[in-house]
């Protein structure tokens, strides 16, 4: 029977979402600070009134009557679900004042893609935004990548327990330490070290590139942020292709696979474990699909005119864009219109297996994930070599992953139902493209990017596409962030509620 939520799990969901809340008013401070110290008056007033927004709704969801002192899963799915959707909302409030969007929804799409680290974009004129708001567009990826309830654990404020609960309900099951409050903080540490050590190896880039040293290191600290988080967004329209510099592609290179490995991983190095890094199974499957992908993608641009510098050029090119679609970092150092007119078939097909199978669990990236696709994988051969052995022999399938594990049943469902999921959504979203008036290719690379949380576009996503298809890539960018189930069990609560009001109608 489905647990249906009573008026004192409502004030308990609305009292976790107002902390949420107060968090992104408080975060606005920064793009704030920034207007004034470059003197973009009116982007500050945009603020001003961003934060005089999410701070009284945000203090007053927090004031709710609480009953139940601990948040259950039950709570915990529908606050994460609510969380991102109402932290997309009130952050698009000043980016709806700033002039660079056709409409609210617009401004909403950006902020709920930024969130997600998805990085697709409907902004115009970007390369003549304000500071304040490109400050403000990069920072969703930070608050989003590492999640909004990682953030919010982090600072421990009106969350009344049961923080596990939501770390969990945020699609994140690894604790990389005993408790949970602790692991929360750690990721933040982890991210503040490669976020920092990136934007002074991009600083460097900047300042070699002739860049004035106020705008070069704006540049070094959101392109560190996009890319370590695997956000994808710039604050050039042409993305990584404005930089023209070998060092740049290097650097954002190592921060894509930084951002998109384990961040539990990333703790057993810093102990020590430096063998897990070559027998972990995420590992492996990212470095076997990203190199054979690579491969295939510098063999077939080799054969074409479309980049000079011959096979070298070639590889650099497809190596970038192969990762950057599997990181899910969406960074493009190509012009929308090449994925379709100038990249061979193999091309397009690889970075579309790169983006739907996505980076590593429990990192800032999105997609399959490469532990399911290891563990699926496994699974079927250990389904071979049961068919092949005695019926009298016992076999169990062990993997690495933080240690030796032996393989499931349950893992391995729970593997094979989340790709299932990722598939349908990444068909159904095509389809819906193709009734919108586009072309097979275009809408299915749009609509797995979405999910995927990539940002790779091939033109589709602009502020001039129809309203309809806006609202199914934000919905597929928000279910794709969540991985499906707080999201699925949000639609569960509202069913039975509107069932419940149905019922209660028809009594009266």
């Known amino acids: 029977m489905w647990l249906r939520l009573r008026v004192s799990d409502v004030r308990t969901i609305a009292h976790v979402v107002g902390a949420f809340l107060v968090g992104i008013g408080f975060v606005m401070l920064i793009p704030l600070l920034t207007a004034i110290a470059w003197r973009e008056w009116d982007p500050a007033l945009d603020y001003f009134l961003g934060m005089g927004v999410a701070l009284p709704v945000g203090l007053a969801l927090m004031h709710a009557d609480v009953v139940r002192e601990r948040v259950t899963y039950a709570h915990a799915f529908a606050i994460t679900a609510l969380g991102w959707l109402v932290a997309a909302l009130f952050g698009a409030v000043p980016l709806a004042f700033s002039g660079n969007y056709a409409s609210y929804v617009d401004a909403v799409f950006d902020a709920l893609s930024g969130l997600t680290t998805s990085g697709l974009t409907v902004v115009t004129d970007l390369d003549h935004m304000a500071h304040a708001h490109n400050m403000w567009r990069h920072l969703t990826h930070l608050i989003g990548g590492q999640g909004i309830v990682v953030a919010a654990l982090s600072l421990a404020v009106g969350l009344r327990g049961g923080g596990l609960s939501l770390y969990v309900a945020e699609a994140r099951d690894e ?266 290719r275009s809408a299915v690379f749009e609509s797995i990017s979405a999910t995927a949380n990539v940002g790779l576009s091939t033109g589709i996503v602009s502020a001039g596409m129809p309203l309809g298809l806006k609202l199914t890539y934000m919905l597929q960018m928000w279910a794709g962030r969540l991985e499906f189930l707080a999201a699925l069990a949000l639609f569960a609560h509202a069913l039975y509620a509107l069932r419940g009001l149905i019922d209660l109608r028809s009594r009266a």
């Open 175 to 440: 604790r990389i330490l005993p408790n949970v409050l602790h692991t929360v903080r750690f990721i933040w540490v982890v991210t503040a070290i490669y976020v920092g050590v990136g934007t002074l190896a991009l600083l460097g880039v900047t300042q070699y590139l002739g860049m004035p040293l106020g705008r070069g290191t704006l540049h070094a600290f959101w392109m560190a942020i996009a890319t370590f988080d695997t956000g994808g967004f710039g604050p050039q329209s042409m993305n990584s292709m404005y930089y023209h510099s070998h060092l740049f592609e290097f650097v954002t290179l190592f921060l894509m696979i930084a951002g998109a490995l384990n961040f539990n991983l990333h703790a057993q190095v810093w102990r020590g474990g430096f063998d897990e890094l070559w027998r972990n199974i995420e590992v492996r499957v990212l470095a076997f699909n990203t190199t054979a992908l690579s491969v295939l993608v510098a063999a077939s641009l080799a054969v074409t005119t479309a980049f000079s510098g011959g096979l070298l050029g070639a590889w650099r090119k497809g190596a970038y864009h192969v990762l950057s679609a599997h990181t899910g970092t969406g960074h493009q150092a190509v012009y929308s219109n090449q994925w379709l007119a100038d990249l061979t078939p193999p091309v397009f097909a690889a970075v579309l297996i790169a983006m739907a199978a996505g980076g590593a669990a429990s990192s800032t990236a999105g997609g399959i994930k490469a532990l399911r696709i290891g563990l699926i994988g496994r699974s079927l051969l250990q389904q071979v070599k049961m068919a092949l052995a005695p019926r009298s022999a016992v076999s169990r399938a062990r993997y690495h992953h933080i240690g030796k594990q032996i393989l499931t049943p349950e893992a391995a469902g729970a593997a094979s139902m989340a790709f299932v999921l990722y598939v349908v959504t990444y068909i159904t979203g095509g389809l819906i493209g193709v009734e919108y008036g586009y072309d097979l």
